[in-house]
């Protein structure tokens, strides 16, 4: 499995950026796909994660400012990202679980000004 994550970039406090991944190569056997994300000097961290049936999990603080959604035809998740922090900062890894393994993209910046 490969995963190409997109749409990070540069935004003012408060506002909105939408981040993707499209999973290649044995998506179908992909359970669960998933946000991640790793702050300047500390540790990677769940953001969101989504599984094949829909049923999400979110970390508390981005419940209710960020959305995983995912299109299981185009083997892609999305992160819809909300009223932006600076504490949001950091790269964002998408994520992919089959039963056997692990994938990790190659990450993808969101910076956020304030």
């Known amino acids: 499995v490969q995963l190409q994550a997109s749409g990070g970039g540069l935004v003012q406090a408060g506002g909105s950026l939408r981040l993707s991944c499209a999973a290649s190569?044995?998506?179908?056997?992909?359970?669960?796909m998933g946000w991640y994300r790793q702050a300047p000097g500390k540790q990677r961290e769940l953001v969101a994660t989504i599984s094949t049936y829909g049923s999400t999990n979110y970390a508390s603080s981005m419940k209710g400012r960020f959305t995983i959604s995912r299109d299981n035809a185009k083997n892609t998740v999305y992160l819809q990202m909300n009223s932006l922090k600076p504490e949001d900062t950091g790269v964002y890894y998408c994520?992919?679980?089959?039963?056997?393994?692990?994938?990790w993209g190659q990450g993808t910046l969101v910076t956020v000004s304030s």
């Open positions: 994520n992919a679980r089959t039963i056997f393994d692990e994938y």
């Open positions: 190569g044995s998506a179908f056997s992909i359970n669960v």
